[in-house]
Nanobody
């Protein structure tokens, strides 16, 4: 099994920045097999949506709503994934979850709250 822990959430004013981090612990073999690392978010009363994801070889994709403002990156050696969030807007307010995926494996963190005030 793999456990994920997010950090870096908080309260920020519109236009500000935050950096989220996600670390993994548990089965070394399972962690090493992870191919896709991603960030999702869920606002109150809404479904959980993909924000950004990065593949092992480095290709990335973003939700249209965050393209150009958010940057996802990963540290393959330490199995970390980051989300740099700039020019934050009130509509970015949500609980942010990291997700590590591989065939037959799918792990979620507990979530970290991001609140953007106007």
């Amino acid at each position: 099994q793999v456990q994920l822990v997010e950090s870096g959430g908080g309260l920020v004013q519109a236009g500000g920045s935050l950096r989220l981090s996600c670390s993994a612990s548990g089965s070394a073999a399972s962690i090493a097999s992870i191919s896709t690392m991603a960030w999702y978010r869920q606002a109150p009363g809404k479904q959980r949506d993909l924000v950004a994801r990065v593949q092992r070889h480095g290709s990335v994709d973003y939700a249209d709503s965050v393209e150009g403002r958010f940057t996802i990156s990963r540290d393959n050696g330490n199995y970390l994934v980051y989300l740099q969030m700039n020019s934050l807007k009130p509509e970015d307010t949500a609980v942010y979850y990291c997700n590590y995926w591989a065939p037959r494996q799918n792990y979620w963190g507990q979530g970290t709250q991001v609140t953007v005030s106007s």
